[in-house]
C-alpha cells in the first residue's frame, strides 16, 4: 500500500521550471540533468514495485522525517509488522568500483558515498525508535535500478547491503511474504507523524530574469497565435487551450518562486498579458484557492504542480488537444 506517493521534488520542478524560460549557466545544467536521473530512477524503481505488488506492506515514497530536530530524506520505506525496511535509490550508470569505503567510477573516485549514506538514513531512524521505545528491526539496502550499471568489489560487507538491477525484482517480492498488522499500523504511523516539508530546497528565481510569457509544450517556443480558447503554436503549430497554458504558468510560477504570494497582477506580468485577466481570473478560482487578508488578495495553487491539477480535471484532458 501506497502510504505516501511520489512527486517531482521542488529542485527539479525548478529546475525544469527555469529552462522554460532562462538560460541555464553550466552547473545549473548539470544539476538538472542529475536530477533528471535521480528521478528517473527512483521511478523505474517504484513501476517495478508496482508491478510486483505491494498490498501487503505500506510504502512511503520520497519523504522527509523530522529526526532530533532535522529532516531526513527518504527515497523508499517499507514497513510491514517486521519493521522498517530503508531503500536508498542510487540510478547510477557505468562500471563502478568500490574499495576499502571509496567509490570510483573507471579510475577516478566518486565523492558520494552511498553505503555511509544508507547506514545514516537508519541510524537515524534508530534513533526515532529509540525515543519511542520501540522494539522493531530496523535495516536497509541500497538500490541500482539501472540496467547500464556495473559494479565491482571484494568487500563481503558491501554485497549485503546493495540490489542490483538484475536483482530488483525478487528482492522486492520478498516484500509479498510479509505482513503489516497492528504492529506494522504503529510504525507506518510513527513515521507519518513525523514527514516534515523539504526544508532544504531555498533556490528562487529572479522574476526580472526570467523571460514572461506563455510557450508551446511541444517545442518550448513562445511564439503563440491567439485563437479565442485555444493558442496556437507559430513554429510548431501545436494547439492547446488557454487553461492549459494559465495552468502550467501556475505550476511554473510556483516551482520557481518558492513562498512568493501568487497575486493577479504579478502572473498577469508573469504571463507578460498573453490572456485577458478575465480568464486568468476564471482559471485561478478553477485551480487556486483565494486567500484575502485585508486589502491584499492572492491565490494558493490547490495542486502540487501542473501533472496534478491536469489529472484532476478531466475536462482539460479531453479537450486539450482535438481542436
Ligand atoms: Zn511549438
Not at 570510483?104 to 541510524?123: C, E, M, N, T, W
Not at 504503529?186 to 516534515?196: C, G, K, P, Q, T
Not at 478560482?285 to 491536469?310: L, P
Amino acid at each position: 500500500m501506497i502510504m505516501f506517493e511520489r512527486f517531482v521534488g521542488l529542485e527539479l520542478a525548478y529546475y525544469r521550471a527555469l529552462k522554460k524560460r532562462a538560460s541555464l549557466p553550466r552547473e545549473d545544467v548539470k544539476n538538472l540533468a542529475a536530477q533528471e536521473k535521480g528521478y528517473a530512477g527512483e521511478c523505474v524503481y517504484d513501476r517495478i514495485f508496482d508491478e510486483v505488488g505491494h498490498d501487503s506492506v505500506y510504502v512511503f515514497r520520497d519523504i522527509y522525517l523530522g529526526i532530533e530536530g532535522r529532516a531526513a530524506q527518504y527515497d523508499s520505506l517499507i514497513v510491514s509488522d517486521d519493521g522498517i525496511v530503508v531503500n536508498e535509490i542510487k540510478n547510477y550508470s557505468g562500471n563502478y568500483r568500490y574499495e576499502k569505503g571509496t567509490w570510483y567510477i573507471g579510475k577516478s573516485p566518486v565523492s558520494d558515498d552511498a553505503l555511509s549514506q544508507l547506514r545514516r538514513a537508519i541510524g537515524k531512524l534508530v534513533k526515532l525508535r529509540y525515543q519511542v521505545q520501540g522494539k522493531f528491526d530496523i535495516s536497509g539496502k541500497i538500490v541500482f535500478p539501472n540496467i547500464e550499471f556495473r559494479l565491482q568489489s571484494s568487500d563481503d560487507d558491501l554485497w549485503e547491503n546493495v540490489v542490483l538491477r538484475s536483482g530488483l525484482r525478487s528482492y522486492l517480492g520478498q516484500f509479498k511474504n510479509m505482513y503489516a498488522g497492528r504492529v506494522g499500523e504503529d510504525i507506518a504511523e510513527l513515521i507519518r507523524s513525523h514527514i516534515v516539508p523539504n526544508t532544504y530546497f531555498d533556490k528562487y528565481a529572479d522574476f526580472s530574469a526570467v523571460r514572461k510569457g506563455l510557450y508551446c509544450s511541444e517545442c518550448g517556443g513562445f511564439e503563440l497565435e491567439n485563437r479565442y480558447l485555444y493558442m496556437t503554436c507559430q513554429d510548431c503549430s501545436k494547439t492547446e487551450k488557454k487553461e492549459t497554458h494559465v495552468l502550467r504558468a501556475i505550476s511554473d510560477y510556483k516551482a520557481l518562486f518558492l513562498n512568493d504570494k501568487l497575486t493577479k497582477q504579478r502572473f498577469m506580468e508573469f504571463i507578460d498579458y498573453k490572456v485577458s485577466e478575465r480568464t486568468v481570473f476564471r482559471i485561478f478560482n478553477k485551480y487556486c484557492n483565494q486567500i484575502t487578508k485585508g486589502k491584499w488578495t492572492y491565490y494558493e495553487f490547490r495542486y502540487r504542480d501542473f501533472d496534478e491539477a491536469y489529472q484532476n480535471h478531466e475536462l482539460l484532458n479531453r479537450y486539450k488537444d482535438k481542436v
